[in-house]
């Protein structure tokens, strides 16, 4: 089915282990973002990226490291997880021909213990 | 810098009845759009409603709608009818530009039968 996946939606790992989630669409929008939800609060922007191979940080960067060598794959890497980065994770992709509306991953629920 | 704010937490509503909820914003852009989206305990955000900066005239999506008042920077999101089914978080967001999409804090709202 065509749409926006992500994997794994469910990972328990530990502290100072590197973990990667992975984010792949199927409508060749430009736009690609991750995003993380805190228990009982909004989303708050990690990276985006308007096109392959241009990345940028958003509001919460710090320990996340990302990659877009092809326009499908958006890859969010925590290179040594801590226990604060506990969340879901979502991603979700856009373009300007969809009006700018962004649409969403089913999430991915990572604890790091 | 762009800012969203909803300042209700929490709101109920009962089954039928009509409820608002707020939504505040503050963006230096020209050209921006704002969004609805609601997510269910199932943590999938799915879009309610979109509306161009550029266009007067409110949005309507069946029983959703919304007042925006670009001088005031506000954008009210109404609910008609009050299903049980709307049950769920809802998040005020904006993009620009960019592509980049700001979220509120969310507005938990509950439906009673």
């Known amino acids: 089915d065509a749409g926006i996946t992500q994997s794994p939606r469910y990972k328990i790992t530990e502290t100072g282990r590197q973990v990667t989630l992975m984010c792949h669409q199927t409508w060749s929008h430009s736009y690609m973002f991750w995003y993380r939800q805190d228990l009982g609060h909004g989303l708050r922007l990690i990276y985006y990226s308007a096109a392959a191979d241009i990345t940028d940080k958003g509001e919460v960067p710090d320990g996340y490291v990302v990659s877009r060598s092809k326009t499908e794959n958006f890859p969010l890497t925590l290179e040594s997880a801590t226990r604060s980065q506990t969340s879901v994770y979502f991603c979700?992709?856009?373009?300007?021909?969809?009006?700018?509306?962004?649409?969403f991953g089913e999430g991915s629920w990572l604890t790091v213990v | 810098a762009q800012t969203v704010t909803q300042s209700q937490p929490e709101m109920s509503v009962q089954e039928a009845e009509t409820v608002t909820l707020s939504c505040t914003y503050d963006?230096?852009?020209?050209?921006?759009?704002l969004f609805w989206y609601k997510q269910p305990p199932s943590r999938q955000m799915i879009l309610v409603i979109r509306q161009e900066a550029y266009k007067q005239q409110n949005a309507t999506e069946n029983r959703f709608s919304v007042n925006f008042q670009k001088a005031a920077k506000s954008f009210s999101l109404k609910i008609s009818d009050s299903q049980l089914g709307d049950t769920a978080m809802y998040f005020c967001a904006s993009s620009s530009n960019t592509g980049k999409l700001i979220f509120g804090q969310g507005t938990t709202l509950q439906v009673k039968p």
């Open positions: 963006t230096s852009e020209n050209n921006y759009y």
């Open positions: 979700a992709s856009s373009d300007t021909l969809s009006g700018n509306t962004i649409y």
